[in-house]
């Protein structure tokens, strides 16, 4: 039932301790739950109460340490041997009194790790400032060094058998588009729409199923000039954009997919901006070759874009994988990250305006001719 | 399409500014996406990115302040006036050099808020320790005051419009389990079901449609012993238990529900634990009732589950509302939280062991009689 082979979990270890010794730490705290699932399969969905994992340079495997009640989610998904998932105590959550990042210190101190250089994700992360200070003051002698972003840099770049579950997302991503694209239609609920695209999302294909999604943005209506808004249980009407960015979902690996729809004919500013936009993913994806940098794949986005008339004020693009994203590099001015084959990107082309909007977007990666996309949908406005 | 009266929203932000006044703040920074959606009916889905709320103890309505893009999000969901929904540059995210909470700082400068007494939520909400560090190096003669859980412990006790909602979801919650009821069989894979799980939860009723949902938790097997797995693309065997967890939604507001369910003849040993179970929260909800405190609830569920041989080591409940979990008052030991009319719980009765568990969970009120369940699920062990 492991997602990944136990090599390529040591190899991702590995290179985590390599970057840990660049950083000048023994220990990194891993906070951010797409790094932990990165570092050991971890597949419990439990990131709302305080967990991490703990690598020390010198031990064979992390620990990773939860709520108690999460131990078995850990057992039957790790690959880690049973003794290195901890827990702490149940009467720690909802508690005043008990803090879990006190009983983390406890741990550390157990593990005779809090005499060590100890690196912690102080952002990017689901920890909050009360809990850095209750730790930090658990352990007044330990000067923690940032490790924000450490672990998702070198994710960057996928293994052969991360781009088979992405390519499989990105298959299941299309499988809804195409679901939302034929159940669209005036008179119909926009959220009978979107229980069948949920469903496609999670059914996937005969061969494998999706894992939890997250839910599709679809506005409509004046609601296409937002990005992150939903369906609503008001009927769709005739003359009436959509907008839907949503995501197929594989094993914890996303692929990101947009496409827009009109019921009826579609208003002319519209297709133009239609149009400009295909135009310019097809520039962005031609620019997306190792050796470029992110910025470059921006400007030639923004010079088809701007030739048509059309200008977008916010990033085109950024780093996909586990969960959605990563938060390394992004497509932008001034965004010098150099490309490598195989690293992989959710190419995302909103425009939006004060009361309308268009979005496009597909996932892909990095090859020496240019972006290779894993979306197989036609690149059209779709009309209904 | 507001989810409430203008009223109601005043009425929220009138209490806020009261319990600011006893906390000794005259502006509050409101970081929890919960406590957003409460105070202004904020809908976008957002909060992957930095994004607060400052309400000034004289002005009347709070200013909301969001990534630029996110700004329409706003305009289409809130009940303030545009001027007071502010929005960030977007060459703020992804960057290295450009931190909104930088910019954040400069907006509370404008409007000359940075000289007064600043309460901000340091704890429970989606701001990492480098997020504070920016805020505070920019604003340094700011002493901030915590006011984690001051808003949430306000939305404890429930409106007559929110309780409509939460009945409405704990409604959706009953027909996605009875899908999950009807649909589990030996041979059909498990992701199938999880299917047409979330699209009952999406489409909802006739007469209303359900929200955004989180995906439920069914763990089958040996899996059975942990909490927040969920399916796999398995098929399901010949006696295999399943539990599932899983909520309802509706205009942002949640009602969860647990029930295990049996492919063929339930062994004993989980017979009994149903029954256990089962009997104890017929004592929890007597407990439950107006006067009496959270731990009380807690000892009559333990003195009935002991009766029957068998002990529960986690909280059995919490408060629900907008989001799953409102972390203020927990059904524990020690939890001395007197009970008042028409605050929410989750009744959460998982039981889990090393290598099996169960589960028995409803969403109700406080009343002055005892918890008034919203399920009409009857409190069977299911058995296909």
Known sequence: MLAFERAEYLGRIAKTKESMERAGVDVALVINQSNMVYLTGYDGRSDYVPQMLALASDAPEPKLILRQQDVPCAVHSVFLQTDNIVGYPEDHIGSERKHPYEYVASLLKDWH?????????????????????????????????????????????????????????????????????????????????????????????????????????????????????????????????????????????????????????????????????KAGMAQALAAAKSGNLCQDVEAAFRAMTRRHGFEKNSRIGYTIGIDWAENTASFQRGDMTVLEPDMTFHLMLGMWYDDWGYTLSETFRITDKGGDSFATLPRELFVK
């Open 113 to 277: 790790l809090d005499t060590r250089r100890i690196g912690i994700e102080r952002g990017g992360a689901p920890i909050t400032p009360i809990s850095f200070d209750r730790l930090s003051r658990a352990l007044p002698d330990v000067k923690f060094t940032d490790i924000t972003g450490m672990i998702a840099r070198q994710r960057s770049v996928k293994s052969p058998q991360e781009l088979v579950y992405m390519r499989q997302a990105a298959s299941i991503a299309d499988l809804a588009m195409q679901t939302a694209i034929d159940s669209i239609d005036a008179g119909v609920r926009q959220c009978d729409v979107a229980a069948k695209v949920m469903a496609a999302q999670i059914r996937g294909t005969p061969e494998f199923g999706g894992d939890r999604p997250v839910s599709p943005a679809m506005p409509a209506g004046v609601r296409t000039s937002s990005p992150h808004l939903s369906w609503t249980d008001e009927p769709y009407t005739d003359a009436m954009p959509i907008n839907i960015e949503l995501g197929g979902f594989r094993r914890r690996y996303v692929a990101g997919l947009s496409r827009s729809i009109h019921i009826g004919r579609p208003p002319p500013r519209l297709v133009a901006l239609h149009e400009a936009t």
